[in-house]
């Protein structure tokens, strides 16, 4: 007997929402059971943001530095940046260059005697808004040449209206069903006996994609050492 030969298994909101129902232990049998497991689905995947880095939300973009300009707005759907370079000589094979700048605390940006300092920005101050973040570069751009290029994190796409195929990795269809099956068993008191399971099941689920989705290199610390005066 042969197998499938395909990979390409997928689930619509839909699909996500009648397993949901099923392992909480009913039936999705109406148009409000679908828009409370799409609230819900929506709720846990920010809960997911807040837990940590989901690998498949990491994405790079680029802001052109504008001459006398200290800062930008990221997309709205930033919910932080992970790294983050000045690039000189951009499109340039021979001058090309990416050099590191440091991020500072609002407390450091705000000692800074002259913030309209003009020259190569070295820091960059990240105000995390409510509607987009907004970044701050230090010294002031002195000219229209400088590049940032950063890697953000950004928010995982909303359910949508049930056609629509989960923003996420495959390893996640797991957890995205046991996380929502205890998220809508909350909602019924019917089910409340299945709460304790249902959150056992999702936690170890979660525990299970969140140790796959990660980064696999090798990391070495280095300790600063320096002589205290």
Same mark, same amino acid.
């Not at 987009?132 to 928010?155: A, I």
């Not at 809508?184 to 969140?210: N, T």
């Given at each position: 007997?042969t197998t499938s030969g395909t990979t390409s298994f997928n689930m619509d909101f839909t699909e996500?929402?009648?397993?949901?129902?099923?392992?909480?232990?009913?039936? #999705?049998?109406?148009?409000?059971?679908?828009?409370?497991?799409?609230?819900?689905?929506?709720?846990?995947?920010?809960?997911?943001?807040?837990?940590?880095?989901?690998?498949?939300?990491?994405?790079?973009?680029?802001?052109?530095?504008?001459?006398?300009?200290?800062?930008?707005?990221?997309?709205?759907?930033?919910?932080?940046?992970?790294?983050?370079?000045?690039?000189?000589?951009?499109?340039?094979?021979?001058?090309?260059?990416?050099?590191?700048?440091?991020?500072?605390?609002?407390?450091?940006?705000?000692?800074?005697?002259?913030?309209?300092?003009?020259?190569?920005?070295?820091?960059?101050?990240?105000?995390?808004?409510?509607?987009?973040?907004?970044?701050?570069?230090?010294?002031?751009?002195?000219?229209?040449?400088?590049?940032?290029? @950063?890697?953000?994190?950004?928010?995982?796409?909303?359910?949508?209206?049930?056609?629509?195929?989960?923003?996420?990795?495959?390893? &996640?269809?797991?957890?995205?069903?046991?996380?929502?099956?205890?998220?809508?068993?909350?909602?019924?008191?019917?089910?409340?006996?299945?709460?304790? #399971?249902?959150?056992?099941?999702?936690?170890?689920? &979660?525990?299970?994609?969140?140790?796959?989705?990660?980064?696999?290199?090798?990391?070495?610390?280095?300790?600063?050492?320096?002589?205290? @005066?």
């Amino acid at each position: 007997m042969t197998t499938s030969g395909t990979t390409s298994f997928n689930m619509d909101f839909t699909e996500i929402a009648e397993e949901a129902w099923e392992r909480a232990g009913r039936e #999705m049998r109406s148009g409000y059971d679908l828009r409370t497991a799409r609230r819900s689905m929506n709720l846990m995947t920010i809960e997911w943001q807040n837990r940590g880095i989901n690998m498949w939300t990491i994405d790079e973009g680029t802001i052109n530095l504008v001459d006398g300009t200290s800062q930008y707005n990221l997309p709205a759907d930033t919910i932080d940046l992970l790294e983050h370079q000045i690039r000189t000589g951009s499109g340039n094979q021979a001058t090309q260059s990416d050099l590191t700048i440091s991020r500072i605390s609002v407390s450091t940006y705000a000692s800074i005697p002259n913030k309209l300092s003009r020259g190569r920005p070295i820091q960059i101050y990240i105000e995390r808004l409510r509607d987009n973040p907004v970044v701050n570069v230090w010294p002031v751009p002195d000219n229209n040449n400088y590049v940032l290029y @950063y890697w953000r994190m950004r928010r995982i796409e909303d359910a949508g209206s049930g056609v629509q195929t989960a923003d996420m990795n495959f390893r &996640f269809f797991p957890v995205l069903v046991a996380g929502l099956a205890y998220y809508i068993a909350m909602k019924v008191p019917e089910l409340a006996d299945r709460i304790p #399971m249902l959150k056992a099941a999702y936690e170890e689920q &979660f525990e299970l994609a969140a140790g796959e989705d990660r980064e696999k290199t090798s990391a070495r610390f280095v300790p600063r050492v320096g002589r205290i @005066y």
